[in-house]
């Protein structure tokens, strides 16, 4: 059997005009790594939504993950929540097992 090693996934879905910041804060928090996607549709409080026909970059979603040591995890999330606050968005923070444990 493969060894794993238990880490925090840390998924972020917000709007892309706030990617840069939150690509600058995750690298002034010395985040090892991080992945960005677009979001293609979904659907929320304010009802469904897709990204087809948009306009523009300020109704599209996009998701953020990145995989974490559970010790750093209150303190990143802290600061991303400062970020996301007052805008949409959700965060997530899930147990994962990874199989290369120095890689975050």
């Not at 995750?26 to 948009?54: C, F």
């Amino acid at each position: 059997m493969i060894e794993t090693f238990t880490k925090k996934k840390l998924e972020i879905v917000l709007e892309r005009p706030l990617l840069n910041r939150l690509l600058d804060l995750l690298d002034r928090l010395e985040v090892s790594g991080y992945t960005a996607l677009p979001a293609l549709a979904g659907r929320g409080h304010d009802g469904v939504w897709r990204r087809e026909g948009m306009v523009g970059e300020a109704g599209q979603m996009i998701v953020v993950f990145c995989i974490l040591d559970g010790d750093r995890i209150d303190a990143v999330l802290s600061e991303v929540r400062e970020l996301i606050t007052r805008q949409i968005g959700i965060v997530t923070v899930t147990d994962v097992e990874v199989v290369r444990r120095d890689h975050f």
